[in-house]
């Protein structure tokens, strides 16, 4: 390790931390949006689960340009986009505005996390890489810390327009360093780009046909989606229209989830790196962990005090550094000249459960709403009660993660023993 990586990977890991600003902003934001825009329940998820469908579908084709053109120039595309996006939700009147302005923050947002994992990969090798992963990734959750607390009280003193200004020009100001400093690989290194597209989607789809990628998508999908739905939309309207408490306090209880990503992701990284042959156990305790949190949201009988969620969401938040030993699986399996491709299939998972969770959550309160409303006892919308029904779905979005994990295991194992014993043709 020397100066030169280190600069690199610090440089690496302030672009993906503005960009988990950008991502967490409107969570923050919600219900202020809500309010300037009209919206509706399902409405607000709506300009969540835009960002996250198109940073989803972005995810392979960013692999593919990732592993054609490199890193540097990815990262400036996608901080460049974020900064468009963030100046039209800025300026934005309507519905329809904010739509299109968040749909290109998640545009931005999808060149970005794999972007850095192939810098990680290309400048460090071995454990170290592994290491650099969970560090780079836990920096960057800093970014949530970021709008929960500086951000929220930003948006409070000066108002929508320049809060919102404000994460535009530190986009910018990303793309100017990364043009300054990153580069693709050490000098005198190959920066294991392939000759054309061609290649690459060959590649990729071979990787795909491989039970250990399968496995990290499963791994990225089961583990990372119930933190980020949480701290992206429904955690602020849970805690402050469902429970009660105020926006300083529940950007607070926020900031927990940072402070337990920082707390396990070198956990998580060192177990990788020293046991690997256990990491499938730990994803499934991790997972089961989380079905477990969200279960006692919903049958908890009364309103959780502020301790108690306080320690829920330090649970919670276990699930984003295990999400990360999916990208050990294609770091052990995968070539690096195909990584940036299979670690974008891969990424598709989380996000793929993330807006999948988002949109129903927002459905099942309107719908209970309606209900509501139709036997003439129509109340608050964000009620403790609609919260506690609609979080049924995201129970059962992570227990078809988590089946679908040990079904691929399964798969994984079979496949290493073919492949040792000589009776797997090719790699894949």
Known sequence: ????????????????????????SLGVAAIEASQRFHTNASQLAALSVAQLVLYAAMQIPVGVLLDRFGAKRLLIV????????QLLIAFATDFAQALSGRALVGFGDAFTFVTMLRLANSWFSGAQAARAQQILTNFGQLGQLLSAV??????????????????????????????????????GETSHRLDNVR???AGLRANIRTPAVQLGFWTHFSAQSAGTVFALVWGVPYMVEGLGLSHSLASALLSILVASNIFYGPLIGQFCAKRPQHRHRLVIGVVVALMSIVSFQILWPSRIDPLALGCLLFALGVGGPASMISFDYSRTFVSKATLGAANGF??????????????????????R????????????????????VAFICEVAVIAFGLLMFARTYRKLKTWEYLRATGHLVGDH
């Open 346 to 367: 891969i990424n598709v998972g989380g996000f793929i459960a993330s807006s999948t969770m988002m949109a129903l959550i927002g459905a099942a309160i309107d719908l």
């Open 78 to 85: 996608g901080s460049t986009a974020m900064a468009g996006g």
């Open 150 to 187: 500086p951000f929220a009280a930003l948006l409070t003193a000066v108002g929508w327009t320049p809060a919102f200004s404000v994460l535009s020009a530190a986009s910018l100001l990303i793309a100017l360093l990364v043009l300054a400093i990153i580069s693709d690989a050490p000098a």
């Open 1 to 24: 390790m020397n100066r030169r990586s280190m600069v690199v990977a610090g440089v690496a890991g302030l672009s993906y931390l503005v960009t988990v600003v950008q991502r967490s």
């Open 199 to 201: 290649e690459v989607v």
């Open 369 to 388: 709403q309606k209900v509501e409303c139709a036997a003439g006892s129509c109340g608050q919308l964000f009620s403790l009660d609609h919260f506690r």
